[in-house]
């Protein structure tokens, strides 16, 4: 069966109509507003979508680590079927690297300057109790070496600011594959990495999906890994999902404007020398209530309709939904499965 179509009775993950604002001085910004997607077991889900998005805040949410004043306001995080917002403190930092790990976008901010990496890579090894004794040096190291990291035994010695960001990024990988969790929240994961470490990595990640069915929420801007790597994605924009289903669907067939545009925006090798199209205008700040569809100021096709009615996600084809009322035939009304 197509892995994009496969439902177990109880997804590993399930988000539904998750919320999230940052009260700022210039008003209520709603960083996620209305997100539903499910990864099964031995998944890798893509997140796609421009700067600014929400996907970073929605990784976050799911470990209820939304730095404050903002806050998670609706929805539900179901983790094997139990809502992970009824769970109290001490049972959400078991949550964290043990049943869900994150591989955090900034490394420097997720590291402590304080502690050497050895001393922070073993405490979480002793806290999730994966290893002890000589064994923790061991499987650090083992796992330095699997991404690339030189002379991993002097490494553990080193303070977070003694290392390069790309040797950072790769340090926070280790922290977040060290503990064996069964979903990896992996939020821009290569991002300051060179091209051949790059896929040294994604390898890695694809690896450990494949031998210890590893569930990996991958945040990217990289359509072309998407492409490679993930059963099925959703793209988002302006803390929405516009477009989400199977890869091979959403990719071979885009039908929201805005995935059509970040399509038309990869570098086509058979256009090599020419520029790119790019999607006009950029993501702006979701402070205000927005009465129609999000993107219609940036849309070609945008109508009057577009600008007064919320589009909601309905089915386009097979195991592919998309929220544009090019497709939707009573605009406002048809509602899809999430
Ligand atoms: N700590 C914060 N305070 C205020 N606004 C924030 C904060 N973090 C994120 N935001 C806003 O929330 C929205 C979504 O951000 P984010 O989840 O980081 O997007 P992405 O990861 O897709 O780039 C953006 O408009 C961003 O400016
Ligand atoms: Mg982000």
Redesign the pocket.
Known sequence: MDAGTCTSAVPLLEVDDLRVV?P?PRGM?K?VWGVSFQIQKGHMYGIV?E????????GRAILRLI?PP?KIVGGRILFRGENLMEKSEEEMRRVRGRSISMIF?DPAAALNPLFTIGQQITAIMKRHKVAHGEALRQRAEQLFEELGLPHSRDLLECYPHQLSGGMQQRVMIAMALCVESDLLIADEPTSCLDVTIQSQILDLLVRLQKQRGLAIML?THDLGVVAETCERVAV?YL?RIVEQGAVSEVFRHPRHPYTQGLLAALPDPQRWGSPLKMIPGSVP??LEAIPGCAFAPRCEFATDTCGNVEPQLVSVGDDHLAACFLYAADPGKGRGRA
């Open positions: 940052f700022t910004v960083a979508g700067s600014g998005c929400g996907k970073t805040a929605t730095p903002g976008q945040i988002f803390g700040t979701p």
